[in-house]
């Protein structure tokens, strides 16, 4: 009995070290996430194989594992960049991004945790700075914010795909100008509207001019035609014609005296 307790003790302490030992072999990767193993005694970040994916790992415990998200994040960036004039422009601009899976510990081994700030802020900035540069406030407000994200991501890209990161999309939710220069744009937006509407109108009525001469004189050349086929005979016909079908009309009344200067019986009656 005197023995039991100094063979119980190593025990005891062999246990609590087993314990801590797998506590800190176990590794949980969550959702949405993925692990870069260093070894400690195996030539630290490991580059070579894929990240640890989601669910349970068993690793050496003096062995350590970085956890990463490698779902798909937003980068909120205000802007203050220059236009091609040197009006100072604010630029509200969303970045979404990743990173490089199979290349996370190549991310992890050249920029670490906070890849954010060393390298996607700064080229994003970079990059608006370099497009909104050729522009003018004008093109800017009005008929160039789609072709300023095209270009900023494009610009943004190009320095993201040499840095281990994906980038999906860049979107420019406001272009902000000075208020004065805002308001002149705005001005003469109105103006030229109001110019285009003027032109139309004229334009208009010119056309309707040019369509009431081309009818007045297809009239007129119809007349000279009709009046030149025209003959006393073919008008003495027409009149007996003519006469001979009101004669036979319920409603008339016909009364004949004498006759006309062309020899046409003159028809007078009730209605």
Do not use: C
């Not at 700030?117 to 608006?128: D, F, N």
């Not at 007996?240 to 062309?262: F, P, R």
Request: aromatic share 6%; no cysteine; hydrophobic share 40%.
């Amino acid at each position: 009995m005197d023995r039991l307790p100094k063979i119980a003790l190593p025990a005891i302490i062999a246990i609590i070290v087993l314990i801590i030992l797998l506590a800190k072999s176990a590794v949980t990767i969550g959702s949405g996430e993925a692990g870069v193993l260093y070894k400690t005694f195996g030539g630290g970040v490991v580059t070579d194989e894929p990240p640890l994916g989601e669910g349970f790992h068993v690793i050496a415990p003096w062995n350590d594992v970085i956890v990463y998200e490698v779902r798909q994040q937003e980068l909120f960036e205000k802007m203050k960049v220059l236009s091609s004039n040197g009006l100072e422009i604010q630029i509200d601009a969303s970045a979404w991004y990743l990173p490089v899976y199979n290349d996370l510990g190549k991310l992890h081994q050249n920029l670490g945790e906070n890849y954010l700030q060393r390298v996607i802020q700064p080229a994003i900035r970079s990059a608006a700075r370099s497009v909104v540069g050729r522009y003018t406030p004008e093109q800017l407000y009005s008929s160039k914010r789609d072709a300023i994200q095209d270009e900023i991501f494009e610009e943004t890209k190009k320095i993201l795909d040499k840095q281990y990161v994906q980038l999906n999309e860049v979107l420019v939710r406001d272009v902000t100008l000075p208020s004065t220069i805002k308001d002149a744009i705005e001005r003469k937006l109105k103006q030229e509207q109001e110019s285009l509407e003027y032109e139309f109108r004229l334009v208009t009525a010119q056309k309707e001019a040019e369509r009431q001469i081309i009818e007045a004189q297809g009239k007129a050349d119809a007349n000279k035609i009709l009046s030149a086929s025209l003959t006393d005979k073919i008008l003495q016909d027409k009149g007996i014609e003519a006469t001979i079908k009101l004669s036979e009309s319920n409603n008339s009344k016909v009364i004949v005296i004498g006759s006309g200067d062309s020899g046409m019986p003159i028809i007078l009656g009730n209605q």
